[in-house]
């Protein structure tokens, strides 16, 4: 989160008068955190009852009985498996979300970024980083499962508008994904390729902007290394040489397997990082 935080701060350094324009105010900051209020609210009725059970258990005979009752299991254990990815997600994006709000609240007051830690996970499990390098396998599909109904269809109609050049439809489609779908196994990939077309519409700062939220979306996630590497690169052609190129030498330490790692280390010689 720390490096996530000086990092954004790079990029916003460099806006501006726009900085100015599209700076959160405490209001905007409060009203983020009465929303996550709410949905922290819903979640908790999920462990509310909302009448007798009433499982069918029928049968004429021990062995039709017992197959009812394995039924009955199978079932309630499909149920539970749902709600505990639905409830994953849901503190996943919390803690995410929080973190962002803690960063900007300490940005508004004028303090020190630096000093800002891990996010606690939403619901009060302490956020584990990991003490050693991650090796990544290549990017997997995504379980059609997990997916909302279009949601495949809308972010293959974006990624197909970047395929054929056309950035700003690219851009525009991928903005609209990522609210439409928020929370969205789908989200680093989105705002990785979203990164990319702005690149290609020559908007650099927006690009860092998706590359940063790409990363901090899935930090260990199959498309973290590519994220983390074209943030530094987006910085360094902004010229934040500095802060490129600690962010570049992050994707060789977190993901020294990856292609990205190397590629990392070709940009770094070329900024002249030490």
């Known amino acids: 989160m720390k490096v996530a935080g000086w990092v954004l701060a790079a990029v916003l350094a460099t806006a501006g008068v726009a900085q100015a324009q599209d700076q959160q105010t405490l209001a905007d900051i409060r009203q983020e955190l009465t929303v996550l209020h709410v949905e922290i609210q819903r979640l908790k009725r999920e462990f509310s009852t909302t009448g007798s059970p009433s499982p069918n258990l029928s049968g004429s005979s021990v062995l039709e009985r017992v197959d009812a ?54 619901g009060g499990e302490t956020k584990i980083t990991a003490a050693a390098p991650t090796t990544l396998a290549a990017p997997t599909a995504i379980d059609q499962g997990e997916l909302a109904i279009g949601e495949r269809a809308d972010f293959d109609a974006a990624a197909q508008a970047l395929a054929e050049g056309n950035f700003q439809a690219a851009a ?31 908007d650099t700062r927006e690009a860092a902007r998706a590359f940063l939220a790409s990363f901090t979306g899935d930090s260990e996630g199959a498309f973290a290394p590519e994220a983390l590497f074209e943030l530094g690169s987006a910085l360094g052609r902004l010229g934040q040489t500095d802060q490129a190129c600690i962010t570049l ?23 002249g990082c030490s």
């Open 172 to 202: 525009d489609q991928f903005a609209s994904f990522d609210t439409s779908y928020p929370g969205s196994p789908l989200a680093p990939e989105a705002n990785l390729k979203r990164g990319q077309a702005l690149e290609g519409l020559g």
């Open 69 to 122: 009752i394995e039924a009955e299991l199978q079932r309630l254990t499909r149920q539970t498996e749902q709600l505990n990815q639905r409830v994953q997600n849901i503190v996943t994006d919390g803690t995410n979300r929080i973190g962002d709000l803690e960063f900007r609240l300490v940005e508004l007051e004028g303090g020190d970024l630096s000093t800002l830690g891990e996010t606690s996970t939403l």
């Open 249 to 271: 030498s992050e994707v060789g330490v977190r993901f020294p397997a990856s292609p990205a790692a190397s590629s990392a280390t070709q940009e770094m010689a070329s900024l």
